[in-house]
């Protein structure tokens, strides 16, 4: 009973904290640049206001373009109970998916939407569409290098075992491969989620948008899902990030909801930490020219692959 | 500080010393090959000085702060205020392959290197096995530096680079080395590159360029 509480908690906590990280993150980027910026809670005020709205749909699009962030949304929630979130022993769904499975169900919420951008023909959607498959398509290799770097430290890709094996030793912790994973990692954090030096978040120049492109046809209720679809995945990328890679101490034991609940407390402080990486990296690079994007997802490529390679020399 | 963490840390900085390398490779700028090929040889005499914590040797201090002094400080700023700034090199141009494709046969060969020098197959008692396949992909990557930069200041990092890693692997297989065999190969190491310097400048200054592919046409 309390391992089905506990994974509604964890569900909910990725639903409903993920607007605040992305309020927070925008917040922080326009004080840091020397603005006032919005308040936190703007993306929650930006829901509301979608939510109550009606959406014009092209006569031209399918059900594909209906269905399209709905599918997007089940799978990031499906991706909410199967990672550590706040809890380090797996809950009830967790046999779901490992890693690999997770990243198919993400990479099954991009397919949809790219999908639905080429579906009502609009050509900036096709561009936006193009784009990040593009991107997807060379991502893809390099985020399965980095789970194989997580295998060769804890001889398996779930994303528990890797959690305890680098918690539990220090030396582990301090492993080549771990290491050269993390950065990997991170930079594909920083491509699956469109931010700078990918692309630019708050950019409104439509020629030059590669994510935002796609969701430009959206709006009124569907354009708030889709929203909620970007922040879901920041956050939960975030949250992998953090707790199965560069802290994965302090999540709460499943044993109880008061332990949850710990881990939720303490999730949220880590994402501080991520949060801050990203945003010092949004405000001190400019975004890179279309083709250099392939360089810095072959440098995070390559910083899995001499991972994995010393992780077979050196052993554990 | 254990053997066993040190024999970590020890790996953590080979680790660093081929990810510079692939840094030079992946670059285009040559403030940037030297600033990487500073900072390399920087963590180079950060691995010797614990190699002589681990051994105890007094001549192996003397190495760590020669390498320090001579290649962390000495040869970069020689090279920016001889080479760099006087020739006013700014953009690598003469690269014989694209950035990614050299980065992808880099990572081949870091394997190749990894598959040939195997630490199982290595003799036992070493302060840290791994270093060594990583030494000899430092040394592959510098010459592959070499192979695919035509500039001759580029193929003077390269061939730096190479030297360092061939440094990467004699403090870790044959740390007990005689002084003045490493204070030879130091000897060697400057004499070179006074040589390059004044080879390049030479260059520069008949043919106006220093692109080594020019090299390869006849002239009157």
Known sequence: MTSVALQILQSAIVVIFAPLYAGVLARAEAIVQSKRGPSVLQPYWDLAKLLRKGSAISENASWIFRIAPFVAFSCYLTVSTIVPIITDQPLPLAFLADLIGGAFVLSLAGFVTALAALDTASPLGGLGASRTTWIGSLAEPALILVFFTVAAVSRSDNPYFENHTVAGSISAYFLPTHLLGVVAFFMLVLVENGRIPIDNPTGSIEISMIEESRVLEYSGREYAIIKWDGWMKLFLLSSIFMNVFVIPWGLGHADSIAGGVEGALALLGKLVVCGLAIVVIDCSFAKLRLFRIAEFIGASFLFALIGIVTGYVIGR | ?220
Request: hydrophobic share 60%.
């Open chain 2, 1 to 220: 500080m254990s053997t066993v963490n040190q024999g970590l840390l020890l790996d953590l900085l080979s680790v660093a010393i081929l990810l510079l390398t692939f840094a030079c490779l992946g670059s285009k700028l040559f403030d940037r090959y030297v600033a990487y090929y500073a900072l390399q040889s920087i963590v180079l005499s950060v691995a010797i000085a614990l190699v002589a914590l681990r051994l105890d040797a007094w001549d192996l201090w003397a190495l760590a702060l020669l390498t320090f002094l001579i290649k962390g400080i000495g040869i970069p700023i020689a090279t920016r205020r001889y080479l760099i700034v006087r020739l006013e090199l700014k953009r690598d141009v003469a690269i014989s392959t694209g950035i990614s494709t050299s980065l992808i046969i880099g990572a081949v060969l870091t394997a190749f290197a990894y598959f040939a020098t195997n630490p199982s197959s290595l003799p036992g008692g070493l302060v840290a096995s791994s270093s060594v396949p990583l030494s000899n992909a430092v040394i592959l990557l510098g010459a592959l530096c070499m192979v695919v930069r035509r500039n001759t200041v580029a193929q003077l990092i390269g061939w730096l680079i190479l030297e360092n890693g061939v440094f990467l692997g004699a403090i870790t297989l044959v740390a007990t080395f005689p002084f003045i065999v490493e204070a030879g190969i130091f000897l060697d190491l400057v004499a070179g590159v006074l040589i390059m310097l004044t080879l390049v400048s030479g260059l520069a200054h008949r043919l106006a360029t220093t692109n080594a592919s020019e090299l390869q046409e006849l002239r009157e």
